[in-house]
């Protein structure tokens, strides 16, 4: 089979269910049932929610387990450029000829009952993990958790919840503590959890669920702590100091994400990797589109010389305060952001932490997706805000505006969606 032969699958499975967005688990479980339940074939699992950070700490703790010679299964969404980066085996995406395999399986064997595209893409990851060899698979919820597709696995090894903060309430709750309790759903009798930095509110939900169902909780600030040293990262955990590099991945709060990571490592038994793998995978860790500075390409030339451009594919406030904190006031370079936003993300909560320190803001559609946000709502809420902004068509005709206003060198952060982000790669490829 070609890209071409699991595109057409894809776009079929895309018809099954009305709703993009249904959370349920029932539709799933009928479908592993008559694929012999795949679910049940698994590697020992690491299952991660929260709102933010679960791409980078898994991606740090995949890095630290291959440092360390373990064969390692990922499944993460949503993708970039491919959807098969969805289903990454040892760091690579599953080929396409086993990636249409496993999807025209699971499409036959749902013979053509409604599904959601989420569900069933998730039960053909699940064929795709339980047919080959790994000494651990790292499970990244899609959204929330208790009802989320990937919350079928009985027991996990372990679990964790990086920092929960507001989006998709629609589907999770207006209130804090009701998104921290759907997910709380992937927590487990007798399973640790290991959590990022909460909110109180937050936490209070999270322990609430793990009390009910004996749940061993990790606290952060309690039971771990990640600091940045001197250019070093220290974690404590277990009356142990661990020395180590600060993680590859950019931002301050990666250090809190690499502290995660780390302890989730050392919770392993005997999958735990060497101190010195710990080390080796926190230097080498990548995740595209997260803070990722584009060095070269058609995008980063229509900027004048010794620019910078980078990409984020952050959408929420939390993510938005957290690219604010990136930001180096130190830096003469004027900072303009190009914003590309979908209809249902906060983009006056994620702009406002920025908009101290932008000049400008270049707002685009996300291409390809009914949900884009309508730019010229984004540039009211920019000016709402104090922030020069303008309509642009596209990426490369915002960046071309920018260069034009400005001969000198400049600072370009692209954010707002992880659709935008993949947009972007494969323009700039």
């Known amino acids: 089979m070609t890209n071409a032969d699991s595109d057409l699958i894809?776009?079929?499975?895309?018809?099954?269910?009305?709703?993009?967005?249904?959370?349920?688990?029932?539709r799933l479980e009928r479908l592993l049932d008559a694929l012999d339940h795949p679910e049940r074939r698994l590697a020992p699992v690491v299952h991660i929610a929260g709102t933010n950070g679960k791409g980078s700490t898994l991606a740090m703790l995949d890095s630290m387990l291959r440092a360390d010679q373990r064969r390692v299964q990922r499944y993460i969404s949503p993708h970039l450029v491919r959807f098969a980066e969805r289903i990454l085996l040892d760091g690579e995406p599953i080929d396409e000829p086993a990636f249409a395999d496993v999807l025209d399986r699971a499409e036959r064997a749902n013979r053509g009952e409604s599904i959601t595209f989420f569900e069933i893409t998730t039960a053909a990851a699940f064929l795709a993990f339980a047919e080959r060899h790994a000494d651990i698979l790292l499970l990244e919820t899609g959204l929330g958790g208790r009802l989320d597709a990937t919350n079928v696995i009985d027991r996990p090894l372990l679990t964790l919840i990086t920092p929960v903060s507001y989006d998709h309430q629609a589907f999770l709750g207006d209130r804090l503590e009701q998104i921290a309790g759907e997910k709380a759903g992937i927590l487990k009798p007798g399973v640790p959890c290991a959590l990022g930095p909460q909110r109180s509110e937050a936490l209070s939900a999270i322990q609430a669920r793990a009390d009910a169902i004996g749940a061993p909780l990790l606290l952060h600030g309690r039971d771990w702590h990640a600091d940045h040293v001197s250019d070093r990262l220290v974690v404590r955990f277990r009356d142990e100091d661990l020395d180590l590099p600060l993680p590859a991945l950019r931002g301050e709060h990666q250090i809190e994400n690499a502290g995660l990571a780390v302890v989730a490592a050392l919770m392993l038994g005997k999958l735990s990797p060497s101190r010195e793998a710990i080390a080796e995978g926190l230097e080498k860790a990548r995740w595209p589109g997260r803070l990722e500075r584009l060095i070269r390409g058609p995008l980063h030339d229509l900027l004048p010389?010794?620019?910078?451009?980078?990409?984020?594919?952050?959408?929420?406030?939390?993510?938005?305060?957290a690219l604010a904190a990136f930001i180096d006031t130190a830096d003469p370079r004027p900072l303009h952001l190009v914003v590309g936003m979908i209809n249902t993300k906060d983009s006056q909560g994620f702009l406002a932490p920025m908009a101290p320190f932008a000049e400008t803001l270049h707002a685009v559609p996300v291409p390809d997706e009914q949900a884009s946000r309508d730019p010229s709502e984004v540039v009211q809420e920019a000016h709402d805000l104090g922030l020069a902004a303008v309509v642009s068509d596209d990426v490369p005709t915002a960046l071309s505006s920018i260069a034009e206003q400005s001969s000198s060198p400049v600072r370009v952060l692209i954010c707002g969606s992880l659709y935008l982000a993949g947009h972007v790669l494969r323009a700039n490829s």
Do not use: V
């Open 10 to 26: 894809l776009d079929r499975l895309q018809a099954l269910h009305p709703k993009a967005i249904d959370l349920s688990l029932g």
């Open 305 to 321: 010389e010794r620019s910078a451009l980078w990409l984020d594919g952050g959408h929420n406030p939390a993510a938005g305060e």
